[in-house]
């Protein structure tokens, strides 16, 4: 049996990356490796549509979360986060774990804070220093227009708007300076194809001069270490030089594809699952969907731990669960990374043998992955119109 992850981090990982990973470990301060980490750095801007220089840490995703509350605030300031999910949710817990007065905006889990709610929130605290976001909530499969909001951001206060770009960052079109975005983060093992243990931040110059004004604890998150350090193309630690061996390679993959033929892909596979699911009778959680991962909900009168054990032990698919008080509620399929379509007929038809299998009546089989084929049948003509308008621009050929 083979085994197949559809979990939004860790996502499955190209056999060159792992060939690349298989390779002897070299030496951080070699030239072969200096040339390496340098293509990366010159690479990481292109994903993030940036001119800044973007900062590899290692860490998993939660480490650039930490270093940007730590390295951009100072001890009694005031930030702004959504809580619509779990990711959202941690900023405001690391906020608080450094002391910073962090103003919570509660949504109900499974929707997008809008730039409204976000404005209101602006006026009534006119002094906030960052408005924290997360552009796909992983968690609930939900995605936020942080382009809207930085302009209502910059529009309304000083603040710097911080996204995390985890699950959004090789998935969701982002242009970091263009849409005026002061920090963007992203993760190793979600849309770079490439295991867990590293994490990237770039930062705009107006995030750089609160970094100088920052008097929050850091040591090992120090941005101006890192800064001084790259100025040498160096790290101020031991990086992680393997993953960054094999992000190399995931990175020039990234590059021949193209962001925009990329994102395009995304959007694809996505609707894909979401038509693919309908027509089994599911009901999807979330709106609007992420082009990362789709939640659903478990369908009325199967045993859950049933489906998902048939699923795993029988297909070989890894779904993820809910979190939280969504995790008897819904399922996610993720479709982030290194996917492509025939992925998406192999999952919804895993689904639909394993729906069966539990006694689920609400379909005919074959009704899902007809659904699937008829949204790439049909997505065709977009992909051709994009294409033609050549929007995207490529800032660091
Ligand atoms: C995965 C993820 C994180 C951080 O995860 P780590 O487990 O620390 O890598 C943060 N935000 C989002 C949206 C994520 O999907």
Not at 139 to 157: L, P
């Amino acid at each position: 049996m083979k085994k197949r992850l559809f979990t939004p981090g860790p996502t499955p990982i190209p056999e060159e990356v792992s060939l690349a990973l298989a390779q002897p470990i070299i030496h951080h301060r070699n030239p072969e490796f200096i040339e390496i980490f340098s293509r990366v750095n010159e690479n990481l801007k292109y994903l993030f549509q940036t001119k800044q220089d973007v900062y590899t840490l290692t860490s998993s995703g939660t480490g650039a979360m930490e270093a940007a509350v730590a390295n951009l605030l100072s001890s009694g300031d005031k930030a702004i986060f959504v809580n619509g999910g779990k990711f959202g949710e941690r900023w405001g817990e690391i906020c608080r774990a450094y002391g910073v007065e962090a103003i919570e905006i509660k949504i109900e889990w499974g929707r997008a804070v809008t730039p409204e709610e976000i404005e209101t929130e602006l006026k009534r605290n006119p002094d906030v220093k960052a408005v924290f976001l997360t552009h796909s909530e992983t968690s609930t499969g939900v995605f936020t227009d942080v382009k809207e909001i930085a302009k209502i951001v910059s529009e309304n206060s000083n603040a710097v708007t911080v996204v995390d770009g985890i699950t959004s960052v090789g998935a969701h079109e982002l242009y970091m300076d263009e849409w005026g975005l002061d920090v963007v983060i992203t993760g190793s093992q979600k849309g770079l194809m490439i295991p867990p243990g590293l994490s990237f931040i770039a930062l705009s110059e107006r995030a750089w001069e609160m970094v100088e004004r920052s008097n929050l604890p850091k040591y090992y998150f120090s941005l101006k270490k890192a800064k001084k350090a790259l100025q040498n193309g160096d790290t101020p630690w031991t990086p992680g030089i393997a993953l960054i061996v094999a992000l190399d390679v995931a990175l020039k993959m990234i590059r021949e594809e193209g962001l925009e033929n990329i994102w395009i892909r995304h959007e694809k596979l996505s609707l894909a699952v979401r038509e693919g699911c309908k027509a089994l009778g599911l009901r999807l959680f979330g709106h609007p969907p992420s082009h990362a991962v789709t939640a659903v909900y478990f369908p009325d009168g199967i045993d859950r731990k049933e489906f998902q054990k048939v699923l795993k032990y029988k297909y070989g698919i890894t779904v993820a669960g809910g979190q939280e008080h969504l995790k008897d509620k819904i399922f996610r399929i993720s479709h982030l990374g290194y996917y492509d379509e025939l992925d998406i007929v192999g999952v919804i038809s895993a689904l639909e043998m394993a729906l069966k299998d539990v006694g689920y009546e609400g379909f005919n089989p074959g009704d899902g992955v007809r659904a699937v084929q008829r949204v790439f049948a049909e997505f065709e003509g977009v992909v051709e119109k994009r294409n033609e308008d050549d929007e995207f621009p490529n800032c660091c050929h």
